[in-house]
């Protein structure tokens, strides 16, 4: 069982939503969290290659964990993230 569950983790989106009477889908929810975790990945990368802080944000929360997509989760959980569907 994943820490945060989904209900958290949509919770979480809905707090950072223009329109908080839409509840987000959990089809937004795994895509939210996954390109989350490749931005905390892509981070983690470009230190061992000597790149710079500027181009990707570090994890905004301290998290026992080493799993990319578990840092991601407790992020989008706590509200720190926030997003937007773009109109097709």
Do not use: W
Request: glycine share 10%.
């Amino acid at each position: 069982m994943n820490k945060p569950t989904v209900e958290q983790i949509i919770k979480g989106m809905m707090s950072t939503q223009e329109d908080p009477t839409e509840k987000p889908s959990r089809y937004a929810a795994v895509m939210v969290t996954s390109k989350r975790a490749r931005q905390i990945n892509s981070y983690y990368r470009s230190l061992g290659e000597g790149g710079g802080f500027e181009d990707i944000a570090p994890p905004l929360v301290t998290s026992g964990s080493r799993n990319y997509l578990t840092i991601a989760m407790e992020e989008v959980a706590r509200g720190e993230i926030g997003y937007r569907i773009r109109e097709s």
